[in-house]
């Protein structure tokens, strides 16, 4: 195992990671931004007021596009135990 295919591995690993990080993050992200501009508009400083939508927005989020994470995710993880023979030898 050469340390030019730990690095691919690596740099694999945390695009996949990057990737699915960014689908659960920006639309929360998204919802933050809507709501805080309400609460300054309005001059409402509610704490749950933002926690809220940002944690429906993102349990929705996953419950779209889970079944799509977990595939990519088993895709990876399936190909780097199929890639082990030719890793080592």
Request: net charge negative; aromatic share 6%; no cysteine.
């Amino acid at each position: 195992m050469t340390p030019e295919s730990i690095l691919d591995i690596f740099s694999h690993a945390m695009e996949l990671v990057l990737t699915l990080v960014v689908i659960i993050l920006v639309p929360a992200l998204i919802v933050g931004l809507l709501v805080s501009m309400f609460q300054a508009a309005t001059q409402i400083n509610e704490m749950t007021l933002s926690f809220i939508p940002k944690l429906i927005i993102t349990i929705l989020t996953l419950m779209i596009a889970g079944p799509w994470m977990l595939r990519m995710l088993i895709e990876y993880t399936r190909t780097l135990i199929l890639d082990i023979p030719s890793m080592i030898g």
